[in-house]
């Protein structure tokens, strides 16, 4: 017996960012080493105050409202508008089991094709692609920050055929962004909230890396400036180091109830509701506590450090990469040793890939899983490959004197990190 697959499963494959993770583990479960820049999971422990709600309240085992627990939507609703300013009544949250479940949730809910600008989140497109939705990718420039501009989205709309026009079509962005570490400012927001007002398109904004923005970088919600058109998506997972923890939350416009309510039934028809202890101990990393608040800011510190420190590196290696401004990613583009790897047999991104992980050990992500295509040589590094408990540690002794000397500091607490750009620099110098 042979089970059929559906036919939009059929091109459907393993995340590429979970399945590089499974892989580099085996290798190390073999006693290989591998220095792992593919696989973006924030290393820091739960912060004590957490775990002791989650214990605290282990022993909640019965189901609770698909929409998430009052005082927890209560405690995001605070949250949202202390952060970042943004108003949004309890009655606007929906918790769910990670904000990847909630933004295939809000896919599914709108009607409407995906515009998706390139280069985008492992995850967006094989989720509208499973649901049949078409998918318009929009390409950016590296003087962008490789972000959409309004005369990005126009040259996309003149292209598509009338009947697309007219229809209502969703545009999903990311700022932070994954994979290039960059954020849009608020104009670019504003001119982009403008156009998708004037065009009936949706937008979803994927902010989970809201906090992890580096000093002086404030971030931005595309929510102020078209609060009747976003859905907005953000979680625990980063900021709070808990992506296993699956617990996220979409913040929903005023007055969509229709589309509230769709996005509930295809929770109670899926996934019930988001696991009863996590919720409660969410309650905690929602609310003010000065002790976590101070805990997520030297959480950012420490990435900032790391992620500036691998972003120098490869500037001076010769490497093109937009300056990181949040998140803990960076988007090279090896383009300028194109020759020489071409003189090595290397001509896809697959191909360096793979030479990396084979040749000095370093694992990282080819820029096709992003959206780009195999010829460009981009690749995506996470900056994570680290001991969260000793960097934080390490970095708490002395912040201003490791912001001034970020290399000793990745020297001393993140060893992995400065080995692959060394083994990096190491590959690249011996292509002749
Ligand atoms: C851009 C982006 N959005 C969403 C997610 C998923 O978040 P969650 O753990 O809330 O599902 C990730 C995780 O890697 C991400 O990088």
Redesign the pocket.
């Known amino acids: 017996m042979t089970i059929n697959i559906s036919d939009t499963l059929k091109s459907l494959e393993r995340s590429a960012?979970l399945e590089i993770n499974e892989e580099v583990k085996k290798k190390r479960k073999e006693g290989k080493k591998v220095l792992h820049m593919g696989f973006?999971e924030s290393p820091f422990e739960v912060h004590p105050h957490i775990k002791k709600a989650l214990i605290d309240n282990a022993h909640r085992k019965s189901y609770l409202p698909t929409q998430g627990l009052p005082e927890l939507r209560e405690a995001i609703s605070g949250f949202y508008e202390r952060k970042f300013g943004l108003h949004y009544d309890p009655s606007q949250i929906i918790v769910g089991p990670?904000?990847?479940?909630l933004?295939f949730d809000s896919l599914l809910t709108i009607k409407g094709d995906l515009i998706l600008p390139v280069p985008f989140?492992v995850?967006y497109e094989p989720q509208a692609k499973v649901m049949g939705k078409n998918v318009t990718r929009i390409p950016t420039k590296y003087e962008d920050g490789y972000l959409i501009t309004k005369a990005g989205l126009e040259e996309v709309m003149e292209r598509l055929p009338a009947s697309k026009k007219a229809q209502q079509g969703i545009l999903l962005i990311?700022s932070p962004c994954?994979p290039t570490g960059t954020t849009f400012s608020k104009n670019r927001l504003k001119e982009i909230a403008d156009f998708a007002r004037e065009n009936k398109i949706i937008v979803i904004s994927?902010e989970?890396?809201g906090l992890i923005t580096f000093e002086g970088i404030e971030h931005h919600s595309i929510a102020h400036e078209y609060p009747e058109g976003t859905i907005v998506?953000g979680?625990l997972?980063?900021h709070q180091s808990l992506?296993g923890y699956?617990?996220?939350v979409a913040l929903i416009p005023q007055g969509e109830k229709e589309f509230l309510e769709k996005m509930l039934s295809i929770g109670s028809e899926t996934w019930s509701c988001a696991s009863a202890p996590i919720q409660y101990a969410a309650i905690a990393a929602y609310s003010e506590n000065q002790s976590n608040e101070k805990f997520i800011k030297d959480c950012t510190g420490v990435h900032e450090i790391v992620t500036k420190y691998v972003y120098s590196r490869f500037v001076e290696i010769g490497i093109k990469c937009p300056e990181p401004v949040g998140a803990f990613y960076l988007f090279p583009d090896f383009k300028p040793f194109a020759e020489k790897l071409e003189k090595a047999n290397v001509s896809t991104d697959e191909g360096l890939c793979k030479d990396l992980l084979e040749k000095v050990s370093v694992a990282m992500l080819p820029g096709t899983d992003f959206g780009m295509s195999k010829e460009e040589l981009f690749t995506r590094i996470a900056t994570v490959d680290y001991d969260g408990k000793i960097a934080l540690d390490t970095y708490l002794e002395s912040k201003d004197k490791w912001k001034k000397d970020r290399e000793t500091f990745v020297e001393t607490a993140c060893p992995n990190v400065i080995a692959a750009c060394n083994q990096i620099e190491k590959y690249l110098n011996q292509l002749s």
């Open positions: 960012t973006g990670g904000s990847k479940e933004i989140w995850t990311n994954n994927d989970i890396y998506t979680g997972s980063k992506g699956r617990l996220g």
